[in-house]
C-alpha cells in the first residue's frame, strides 16, 4: 500500500510541477527557469517507478538516490522561480512542501534499505 501511495504522490507531483510551468509568464528567465524545472520534477517518479524493478539493494539505492537528486534540482528551481518573484507570497509553499516530504521519504527509504 505505501509503495502505491507513493507511486500516486510522485505523479500527483509531477503534475502539480508541470501545471506551475503552464502558469508562468512567457518571459526568458521564467521559460528557462520552468523547463528545467519540469525535466526535474517529472523525472522524480520515473526513477521511483523504476526503483520498483531493482535486481538488488543497490540497484535499488541507487535509484532511490536518483529520485533525490532530481527533487533537490526542483527544489532549486521553485527556488528560482520564487527569486524572479512571478507569484504571489505562498503560491509555492505548497509544492515546496511536498518536495520536502518526498526527500525525506526518499531519505528513509535509503536509510533503511542500508541498515539490512
Not at 30 to 52: D, P, W
Not at 67 to 75: D, G, M, R, S, Y
Not at 80 to 101: K, M, S, W, Y
Amino acid at each position: 500500500m505505501e509503495n502505491e501511495d507513493l507511486k500516486v504522490r510522485t505523479r500527483r507531483f509531477a503534475l502539480r510541477v508541470i501545471k506551475l510551468y503552464a502558469a508562468l509568464p512567457r518571459t526568458v528567465e521564467a521559460q528557462i527557469i520552468g523547463k528545467q524545472m519540469v525535466r526535474s520534477g517529472t523525472s522524480v517518479g520515473a526513477y521511483y517507478r523504476e526503483a520498483q524493478y531493482a535486481k538488488s539493494d543497490p540497484d535499488f539505492i541507487s535509484k532511490i538516490q536518483g529520485a533525490l537528486q532530481e527533487l533537490e534540482e526542483t527544489i532549486y528551481w521553485l527556488e528560482l522561480v520564487e527569486d524572479i518573484q512571478v507569484f504571489t507570497d505562498g503560491r509555492l509553499a505548497p509544492i515546496r512542501q511536498e518536495a520536502e516530504e518526498l526527500r525525506a521519504i526518499f531519505i528513509t527509504i535509503v536509510k533503511k534499505v542500508k541498515a539490512r
